[in-house]
């Protein structure tokens, strides 16, 4: 989904295209539902059990877990039935000594922290989460054909025809359906995803000291508003040293600070190489294993700069920026979620925390609560367009003669994706794509400063050498 997006976005940006307003406004659905779906999905499924202990949790009294549940929150699947069905479940996993999808966890290490009652009520709200995410899946699968790997994209707006009346068609009635799967979004993370967070993040307080790692921030404005993606529902921008006041904004799709910015080194990558770090448009993807080597070549992964220095990207990048520039809703969940992690740690937790390994996470529920009210929010301008008698979705492309170049940029779930094309004569002559990950796990670049990944992970307390868990937890956020 994530590059079908960016490499439509490349193109366009290419041919220097203007793409209908309903087609912004189902791709902005798409990737939003998309995002929604990744952040729960990467908290609960794909990491959360680095700080929740599962064995635990059959330690814990499920009343007590519907009271403690109850003082946070108003879910309806927060209560005492609910929590002593799982921990029945549980106790017939571990009984049969095979944990399932609970094997090979740490369980009983030392760094775990969390009570049984509140183990409980994450393990709870692990199983719900496997249902939630699919309402996600659902509305990626209307609007993209299929989920994933979405099949409606196309260079200058989407293939998704619009009727009121039609089956074969988008229609009215599938629209309010989708309506339906957004508010039980909202609903879920609003009143389960943002105060888990908020009370793991309370009981590790202590990791909001480790993990910063990179403290330059960069991401990108996304979700369009205009046909020439000159206005955007979030925005985006660069910040050196986490310095919330000197925000360099990114504006637009044709915005020269940030194509101008980014270019790739394979010093210690897998690559051929030797011609210093490259821009994108001259990139080069050509293998070239050495084996590891301390002080050589290390990693698969190439390591990107923007104006020469690493910078971290994800949903703290993505938080910070918007809150840089005052972006209201931002500001909102990320005080809630600070606050109220303080009154239950019994603290004041600032806003300097957020540069953690914690703090992330605390990003990620923010960023994705964001999202939910932005997907109702583009949901009604689609309507609304609709409701206007717009009802265009499509403009074709011309591909002119000679050489043109273009970059298209997406603020996926995990961080800023760019895609960057060179076509001569409508043909692709060169393709590179710089992505979250490579950002993230970059190597050491061209003058041997470590990638994000690597910076966060130095000084990191590990109490089992053995079982690395601190590790994990770094690095999977």
Same mark, same amino acid.
């Given at each position: 989904t994530v590059h079908a997006i960016t490499s439509v976005r490349a193109v366009e940006n290419a041919l220097q295209m203007e793409v209908p307003l309903n087609a912004q406004y189902i791709r902005n659905m798409i990737i939003t539902a998309h995002a929604i779906h990744d952040h729960i999905v990467h908290f609960y499924h794909l990491s959360a059990l680095d700080w929740v202990d599962v064995v635990s949790a059959l330690k814990?009294?499920?009343?007590?877990?519907?009271?403690?549940?109850?003082?946070?929150?108003?879910?309806?699947?927060?209560?005492?039935?609910?929590?002593?069905?799982?921990?029945?479940?549980?106790?017939?996993?571990?009984?049969?000594?095979?944990?399932?999808?609970?094997?090979?966890?740490?369980?009983?290490?030392?760094?775990?922290?969390?009570?049984?009652?509140?183990?409980?009520?994450?393990?709870?709200?692990?199983?719900?989460?496997?249902?939630?995410?699919?309402y996600a899946s659902k509305i990626v699968s209307i609007l993209g054909s299929k989920s994933p790997h979405i099949q409606n994209m196309a260079v200058g707006g989407v293939s998704n025809p619009i009727a009121t009346d039609s089956q074969s068609v988008l229609t009215i009635e599938r629209l309010l359906a989708v309506k339906e799967w957004i508010n039980k979004l909202g609903d879920f993370v609003k009143n389960v995803y943002l105060v888990d967070v908020a009370?793991?993040?309370?009981?590790?307080?202590?990791?909001?000291?480790?993990?910063?790692?990179?403290?330059?921030?960069?991401?990108?404005?996304?979700?369009?508003?205009?046909?020439?993606?000159?206005?955007?529902?979030?925005?985006?921008?660069?910040?050196?040293? =986490?310095? *919330?006041?000197?925000? @360099?904004?990114?504006?637009?799709? !044709?915005?020269?600070? %940030?194509? /101008?910015?980014?270019?790739? &080194?394979?010093?210690?990558?897998?690559?051929?190489?030797?011609? =210093?770090? *490259?821009?994108?448009? @001259?990139?080069?993807?050509?293998? !070239?294993?050495?084996? %590891?080597? /301390?002080?050589?070549?290390? &990693?698969?992964?190439?390591?990107?700069?923007?104006y020469g220095s690493p910078a971290q990207v994800g949903p703290l990048s993505r938080v910070l920026a918007m809150a840089a520039q005052n972006h209201a809703p931002t500001l909102k969940y990320l005080t809630g979620v600070l606050d109220t992690a303080g009154a239950l740690a019994k603290t004041k937790i600032p806003l300097a925390a957020v540069h953690s390994t914690i703090g992330r996470h605390a990003a990620r529920a923010v960023s994705c609560a964001v999202q939910v009210d932005e997907l109702a929010n583009q949901w009604n301008l689609l309507v609304d367009n609709i409701g206007k008698g717009d009802t265009a979705t499509f403009n074709k492309p011309v591909f002119p003669k000679g050489v043109v170049s273009g970059v298209g940029f997406h603020e996926a779930p995990r961080g800023v994706l760019s895609h960057w094309v060179v076509l001569e004569d409508g043909k692709i002559t060169n393709y590179q794509c710089v992505v979250p990950t490579t950002w993230n796990a970059a190597p050491r670049n061209e003058g041997d400063v470590p990638g994000p990944y690597e910076a966060s992970l130095l000084n990191t307390p590990v109490a089992d050498a053995e079982r690395p868990l601190e590790v994990l937890r770094t690095v999977h956020p």
């Open positions: 814990a009294d499920p009343a007590k877990t519907a009271a403690l549940a109850g003082s946070l929150s108003s879910w309806d699947g927060n209560s005492r039935q609910e929590f002593t069905k799982v921990k029945e479940r549980l106790s017939g996993f571990v009984g049969t000594g095979q944990l399932g999808i609970f094997t090979n966890g740490y369980w009983g290490h030392p760094a775990m922290k969390l009570s049984p009652e509140v183990n409980l009520l994450a393990v709870t709200h692990y199983l719900q989460a496997l249902e939630i995410q699919r009370a793991i993040g309370a009981f590790y307080a202590d990791w909001t000291h480790i993990g910063a790692g990179v403290m330059d921030y960069l991401s990108v404005p996304d979700l369009p508003l205009d046909t020439k993606g000159t206005k955007f529902a979030l925005p985006g921008g660069y910040l050196k040293g =986490g310095d *919330l006041a000197g925000i @360099k904004p990114i504006k637009s799709f !044709n915005d020269a600070y %940030f194509r /101008d910015g980014v270019h790739e &080194s394979v010093k210690h990558s897998w690559y051929k190489g030797g011609k =210093g770090a *490259l821009h994108p448009c @001259k990139g080069e993807t050509e293998p !070239n294993y050495t084996d %590891f080597q /301390d002080d050589g070549k290390y &990693s698969w992964v190439k390591s990107p700069t923007f």
